[in-house]
């Protein structure tokens, strides 16, 4: 199905400016810690995620765009040259949480 709409982005849909949580910043930093040295091909960009969530009430979209713009912050690219994504959602035991990330060139037709 298509609608003729444009896009709401995240950055559209709440008023003021917001603030990163202690919680989020830890969360920055221990990612960053545990990334390893990666080479970024060249854009457009294709990237995969798979979020390994205990809980399964957590949405598939939630970690996505914290994820992203950490990964953009340590290996600096700009997270709009990215063209195409596929995110998928895995259960796993409490304790076993995980992210797993790709990134590749999108090959233009």
Excluded: H
Excluded at 5 to 21: A, E
Excluded at 38 to 43: A, M, R, S, V, Y
């Amino acid at each position: 199905m298509k609608i003729d709409i444009k896009p709401l982005s995240v950055n559209k849909c709440w008023k003021g400016r917001r603030f990163k949580t202690d919680e989020y910043k830890k969360y920055e930093k221990d990612v960053r810690f545990l990334l390893g040295s990666l080479k970024i091909p060249n854009p457009p960009y294709k990237v995969f995620y798979t979020f390994g969530f205990s809980s399964a009430s957590s949405d598939i979209d939630n970690p996505v765009k914290p994820f992203q713009d950490i990964l953009s912050k340590e290996y600096g690219f700009n997270d709009k040259l990215i063209f195409e994504m596929n995110v998928k959602r895995v259960k796993v035991k409490k304790g076993n949480e995980f992210v797993e990330f790709t990134i590749t060139e999108l090959k233009k037709d």
